[in-house]
């Protein structure tokens, strides 16, 4: 069983860049896809930026052009390069890797103020 620990959330001011980290705990064979998701309250969870092993990247309609997503074979580990946030950024960040079942991390909180 995949186990996936995010790292990186905080406070930050609207304009300011954060990155969050995903390691997993084995490496990725296995897994089809990895990717962030995001819950603000009282919101649905929604697709930040996802990517299919050897396949194309997709990116949430809100954020396409401000975040990037990446991967670091070597660690098991993915990133997410958040600039320019905005307060509707704000949300728990999810790590999400894919195979025959969802593995979900335990979230980590992005918070942007005005």
């Known amino acids: 069983q995949v186990q996936l620990v995010e790292s990186g959330g905080g406070l930050v001011q609207a304009g300011e860049s954060l990155r969050l980290s995903c390691a997993a705990s084995e490496d990725f064979l296995g897994i089809k896809a990895m990717g962030w998701y995001r819950q603000a309250p009282g919101r649905q969870r929604e697709l930040v930026a996802i990517?299919?092993?050897?396949?194309?990247?997709t990116y949430g309609d809100s954020v396409a052009g401000r975040f990037t997503i990446s991967k670091d074979n070597a660690k098991n580990t993915i990133h997410l390069q958040m600039n320019s946030l905005k307060p509707e950024d704000t949300a728990v960040y999810y790590c999400?890797?894919?195979?025959?079942?969802?593995?979900w991390g335990q979230g980590t909180q992005v918070t942007v103020s005005s």
């Open positions: 999400l890797a894919r195979g025959d079942t969802d593995y």
């Open positions: 990517f299919a092993i050897g396949g194309r990247t």
